[in-house]
Each structure stands twice: as structure tokens, then as C-alpha cells.
């Protein structure tokens, strides 16, 4: 059985017995992580994939790899969050990431204060191949009918993003209330001119209080060392 055929059998397994009430924020936005950690006691299960459509490979016609996520919820106190988790690229010859992120969260220390995170992610396995190895810090505040801003910066290994390794962070995002509470819309923002920088945008739907869909598109900073822009479709899961 391959690894994708088991993880595939986990996602079935979580349809079929996900149906408790506690519902997890995803820890990313759309393309950049978000200031939210999974509950305590959480398996996030996420599907992620990014490719053109309808445009021929001597075009610039491409697709990432498949990204198989697990995120586990280790610490939900009411000042601190802490998740970890595993991501499967798939196809690569090395498909295993690393990543942490530890949350302050939003209102804990006083009225005003704003959730503060600091992690990383896509520490890969081998040296100066896949550890790309991004570390980040994120501040994020949610404002009455306009929503929450997120605003923070990052840095990777120079060895493979080169000497623009490095740049903010930005995000908008906001629950569509008004049309529906299960409907959510995302803009967010990776400076840097290497194969992270990205303007993405987006909307995501939650099917319930532990399954939800989002459609998106990555307008990537620089198209000759990520690609031509992708459409991406990401599927997560609770348990």
C-alpha cells in the first residue's frame, strides 16, 4: 500500500466518525500559516493542490506537488496554543516536512492584545535540498465588520532561496456573515522574490463543523522560479 493510499484511507476514516462539536480555525490562511493553532486533542487532516488549468506544459503549464498535511493540537490553554505537525509532497523523492508554531492569543494578556505566532514550517529532510527551512513571526487582530489583519515577516535558508531570502507577511480574512457564518474569504500576501512570494486570494466553505473546502488563486512574485500562477483547491478535516 502506498503512502498516499493510507492517507486517503485516514480521510475516509475521519469522514466517517467526525461528528463531535469542537470546530478548529485552519492554521493557514490561503497560502501564508495564520496566527491560529488546532485545539488540543485535534488531528487536522488537510489536502492541498496547487496547479494551472487548461494550459499546455510548452505554455508554462505545471503542478505542485499533492501536499498531505497532519497538524496535531498539543497545548490550548486560554493564553497559549501549540500545534506540530507533518506534511507528504507528493511526488518528490524527499516528501517528508517539520513544522511548530506556539500562539499567544488574541485578548489573553489584556482587552487589545492582539494574538501573536511564532513558527515554522517546510523543514525538509535533506540538506540544502528541501530544508527550505521558513521561520516566521505573525501579530493578527480582529476588528469589528471589517475582520481580522495579519502582519508579520520571515526568513529561509539562504543555500536554496538565495539572496532574496526573506519578507513581510500580510493577510485579510473575514467571515461572510451577512451571506452565510460558513462562508469565509481570505487575501493574503509573501514578500520575497524567490518561489515563496505570492499574492493569493480566496474563499472557503465549511460543510460542517469539522469539514471545509477553499477554492483559491497564487499570483506567484516571481514566475521564473515558482512557476506560472496556480489555481489551488484545499480540503481540511477534524478529528
Known amino acids: 500500500m502506498t503512502k498516499v493510499s493510507v492517507l486517503m484511507g485516514i480521510l475516509v476514516f475521519t469522514l466517517a466518525v467526525g461528528a463531535g462539536d469542537a470546530w478548529a480555525t485552519p492554521s493557514t490562511q490561503i497560502w501564508i500559516p495564520s496566527t491560529d ?21 510548452s505554455d508554462g503549464g505545471h503542478g505542485a506537488p499533492t501536499v498531505y498535511g497532519l497538524t496535531f493540537g498539543a497545548v490550548d490553554s486560554p493564553f497559549v496554543g501549540v500545534e506540530f505537525g507533518a506534511d507528504l509532497k507528493e511526488y518528490s523523492d524527499d516528501p517528508i516536512y517539520l513544522n511548530v508554531k506556539v500562539q499567544i492569543k488574541e485578548d489573553s494578556v489584556h482587552e487589545f492584545f492582539p494574538a501573536i505566532a511564532i513558527g515554522g514550517y517546510d523543514f525538509g529532510s535533506k540538506s540544502d535540498e528541501t530544508d527550505f527551512n521558513i521561520i516566521y513571526g505573525l501579530v493578527s487582530k480582529n476588528f469589528p465588520v471589517v475582520g481580522r489583519f495579519s502582519l508579520g515577516y520571515y526568513i529561509g535558508n539562504d543555500a536554496l532561496l538565495q539572496d532574496d531570502n526573506s519578507g513581510a507577511l500580510f493577510s485579510w480574512d473575514r467571515t461572510l456573515a451577512e451571506i452565510d457564518d460558513r ?12 518561489s515563496y512570494g505570492a499574492l ?24 521564473a522560479q515558482a512557476g506560472e500562477d496556480t489555481f489551488t483547491v484545499q480540503f481540511d478535516i477534524d478529528f
Not at 37 to 57: C, E, I, L
Open 183 to 194: 462562508l469565509w474569504v481570505a487575501v493574503d500576501y509573501m514578500g520575497g522574490s524567490n
Open 200 to 223: 493569493s486570494f480566496g474563499l472557503a466553505w465549511r460543510f460542517s463543523p469539522h469539514i471545509s473546502a477553499l477554492a483559491g488563486y497564487d499570483a506567484y512574485t516571481d514566475n
Open 37 to 57: 493553532t488546532q485545539p488540543a486533542g485535534t488531528v487536522h487532516v488537510g489536502v492541498d493542490n496547487y496547479n494551472t488549468v487548461f494550459k499546455k506544459g
